[in-house]
Nanobody
Framework: QVQLVESGGGLVQPGGSLRLSCVAS????????MGWYRQAPGKERELAAT???????NYGDSVKGRFTISKDNAKNTVYLQMNSLKPEDTAVYYC???????????WGQGTQVTVSS
């Protein structure tokens, strides 16, 4: 069972930046594809970004060009750098780890991001 702990959320003005972090423990990092998903009030959870074990990345259409996902294999940590934030980016952001062999998903508890003036 993989445990995921997110940090870095908060309140930011439109146009600002935030960096989210997610530390994984209890699993084998090299077997995990990592991702960030978000859920706004009244909406379904949606993809923000994913990064495969080998480093390939994928982004949701609404964040392309503004968000960057990266990881530090030595620290078992995945990051989401969010720039040019908009009010519609307001959501709870969840870290996800998927075992590439079993497709078993683990989720973090979520971190709130609020973009408002």
């Amino acid at each position: 069972q993989v445990q995921l702990v997110e940090s870095g959320g908060g309140l930011v003005q439109p146009g600002g930046s935030l960096r989210l972090s997610c530390v994984a423990s209890g699993g084998i990092w090299s077997m995990l594809d990592m991702g960030w998903y978000r859920q706004a009030p009244g909406k379904e959870r949606e993809l923000a970004a994913t990064i495969k074990r080998g480093g390939n990345t994928n982004y949701g259409d609404s964040v392309k060009g503004r968000f960057t996902i990266s990881k530090d294999n030595a620290k078992n940590t995945v990051y989401l750098q969010m720039n040019s934030l908009k009010p519609e980016d307001t959501a709870v952001y969840y870290c996800n780890a998927r075992n590439y062999r079993t497709d078993f998903d683990s989720w973090g508890q979520g971190t709130q991001v609020t973009v408002s003036s």
